[in-house]
């Protein structure tokens, strides 16, 4: 878990401690078996911060399966195009941006680039 101030879109998300902060800005089908970050079109990140059981992951499978949501009782799940992370307490974040490692950051802030085409064959 990272104790961290969240904000989507300038909202201060309530939970302070995340046992995910995740971002996606495309919506992905992982070879059928899970779709994620369905929320990712026209422009929006599809943002997820909070503190999710293990419990609330294994009963959320089959939304992932099907492309929907995850449900938490303290997990945010949304779109967006402003993602702010602050670093609270003595741990740093340790971000991973599209598999490259970015240790002891004190704050992250993702927001969406420019879009390109790419061709579906």
């Known amino acids: ?44 990140l599809h943002l997820h911060a909070g503190e999710l059981e293990p419990r609330a992951i294994i009963a959320s499978l089959p939304a992932l399966a099907s492309g929907g949501l995850i449900r ?7 779109a967006g195009t402003r993602f702010e992370v602050l670093a609270r307490g003595d741990e740093l974040l340790r971000p991973v941006l599209d598999g490259e490692r970015y240790p002891d950051l004190r704050s992250v802030l993702v927001t969406p680039g420019p879009s390109i085409r790419v061709a579906v064959v």
């Open 72 to 78: 938490g009782e303290k997990f945010v799940e949304t």
């Open 1 to 44: 878990p990272q104790e961290a101030e969240v904000r989507i879109d300038g909202e201060l998300v309530p939970s302070r401690v995340h046992s995910g902060l995740h971002v996606g800005a495309i919506d992905l089908d992982l070879g059928g078996v899970l779709k994620v970050f369905p929320l990712a079109k026209n422009g929006s």
